[in-house]
C-alpha cells in the first residue's frame, strides 16, 4: 500500500508483546502499540523516519486482535457476524531531528531530538450475517490466520462486507491517508 502510494520504505520487524493492559482503552492500546515498535526499531534507522502500526477491531468495547487459533477465528467471527464493528489503527512516526511544528503530540522539536507523531484512525465495518458453514469455509481458507478481526477485507471475507463508513486502507491494516499526513508535517520526503 506504500509503495502504491509512492511512499518509500523498508521493513524491519518489532518484537513487542501486543497484550491489551488492565482497563486499556482501545485507543490507548493501538497507540501504545505503535509507540512501542516504532521505539524498538528506531536505534537501526539512524537518521531514516520510522513509520509502525498496529490495528484491532473493536465491537461492544472488547478489542479484539489477532486470533489465537481456529476456534478463537471461528468464535470472532460470529461475534461479528450481522454486525457493524470498529477498526481501530495506531499510526506512530518518529523523525530525527523533525523540523519544530505546532500541533505534535511531543511538542516542538529541539536540536538533537526526534519528532514522535502519533495518531490514530478508525473505520466503521459491517458484515452480513454469516451462517456457521461460511465460516467454517472461511476458517479454513486460512485467511483469518494473523489478521485482526479475523479477516481480511482485501481477501475472501471481501463478499461478506455489507458497509464500510471511513477508509478502507485502515482496515487493511494501514490508514495510508493518515501516513501521508504525518510525513507531510514531520517533513519527510514523499515521492
Known sequence: MLRAAGIE???????????????????????R??????????????????LA?????????????K??????????????SGRAHVVMTGVCLIHPHGPARAGHDEGPA?????????AVAQTTVELAPLTD????????????????????IQGLASRFVTRIEGSYSNVVG????????LCKRAGVLVS
Not at 465460516?135 to 479477516?151: D, T
Not at 494501514?174 to 499526513?181: F, K, M
Open 53 to 65: 502500526a498496529d490495528t484491532v477491531v473493536v465491537i461492544d468495547s472488547a478489542i479484539l486482535g
Open 110 to 118: 529541539e536540536a538533537g531530538r526526534d519528532l514522535r507523531q502519533t
Open 67 to 80: 486470533p489465537a487459533d481456529e476456534e478463537d477465528a471461528r468464535r470472532t467471527l460470529r461475534m461479528l
Open 33 to 50: 502499540l505503535a509507540e512501542a515498535k516504532a521505539g524498538a526499531v528506531r536505534h537501526e534507522a539512524g537518521q531514516r523516519a520510522v
Open 9 to 31: 520504505f523498508d521493513i524491519v520487524a518489532a518484537n513487542v508483546d501486543e497484550s491489551v493492559l488492565a482497563g486499556e482503552t482501545p485507543d490507548a492500546h493501538v497507540r
Open 174 to 181: 494501514l490508514p495510508v491517508e493518515l501516513v501521508y499526513v
Open 133 to 152: 458453514g461460511e465460516i467454517a469455509w472461511y476458517v479454513a481458507s486460512g485467511e483469518p490466520a494473523g489478521k485482526a478481526g479475523a479477516y481480511a
